[in-house]
């Protein structure tokens, strides 16, 4: 089984400012973790994944999220906002275990706000 | 090179009525899905095509949708009589190969498919 938890339906911050944007999840295997984003009318856009490399990934557009086994998350952070950054952020999670692969849970969203 | 591609954009049908919704992997990829994504809530994972074979169709909500691959790139999700319920936007993904672990590919987004059910 596996669930994934965005913990912010919107998040407002400045342009300029760091970005947060939590989840969490859980997994009864290991899991492959997934950040995308989406802009009106366009498609989902992958940012960046994490599959049992190391935990610190670096993704696209200045993002990054860090894979904390021991608190079941994965937070996507970015040090500084731009205005292209607004737009919707998916969390997904896919546990894999010997058997194969488990279908992709996505979160319900984050709402990135970013004022001038 | 050009990404996903879906068909129609925006679908508006009465209840009771057939649609088919269209996708257009990029060239060459193997792997194929389709979501399912109502309003305010994340996708959800409807069904998954290697090549021309449906692997997983776990997540078609009733026997009122039907997904097909028949050549192994355009694929069509058919929804019969449909109901308000099924008022949402289809996304299609594609990746580019067909792995042991196939949900752990990076997939590649279409635009949607917004279909409204009056």
């Known amino acids: 089984a596996q669930s994934v938890t965005q913990l912010d339906s919107h998040v407002s911050v400045s342009e300029g400012t760091p970005v947060l944007l939590r989840c969490n999840y859980s997994?009864?295997?290991?899991?492959?973790l997934f950040w995308y984003v989406q802009h009106p009318n366009k498609g989902l856009q992958l940012l960046l994944k994490?599959?049992?490399?190391?935990?610190l990934v670096k993704g696209i557009n200045g993002f990054e999220a860090e894979f904390k086994k021991s608190e079941t998350s994965f937070h996507l952070t970015k040090p500084s906002a731009h205005m292209s950054d607004a737009a919707e952020y998916f969390c997904?999670?896919?546990?894999?275990?010997?058997?194969?692969?488990?279908?992709?849970?996505f979160g319900r969203g984050t709402s990135l706000i970013v004022h001038p | 090179g050009a990404g996903v591609s879906q068909s129609p954009r925006y679908k508006v049908a009465k209840r009771g009525q057939d649609v088919a919704l269209r996708c257009d992997p990029i060239?060459?990829?193997?792997?194929l899905f389709w979501y399912q994504q109502a309003l305010g809530q994340g996708p959800e994972f409807l069904t998954y095509?290697?090549?021309?074979?449906?692997?997983?169709k776990s997540g078609l909500p009733s026997d009122r949708f039907f997904a097909e691959r028949p050549e192994g790139s355009v694929s069509t999700l058919k929804i019969q009589r449909t109901q308000q319920e099924d008022s949402a936007v289809y996304l299609c993904?594609?990746?580019?190969?067909?792995?042991?672990?196939?949900?752990?590919?990076?997939?590649?987004f279409g635009p949607g498919t917004r279909l409204l059910v009056l």
């Open positions: 994490y599959t049992s490399a190391a935990t």
């Open positions: 993904a594609s990746s580019l190969s067909g792995t042991r672990f196939p949900y752990q590919e990076t997939q590649y």
């Open positions: 997994s009864s295997y290991s899991p492959s």
């Open positions: 060239s060459g990829h193997v792997s």
């Open positions: 095509f290697q090549n021309e074979a449906q692997l997983d």
């Open positions: 997904v999670v896919s546990a894999h275990a010997s058997g194969g692969s488990y279908i992709p849970t």
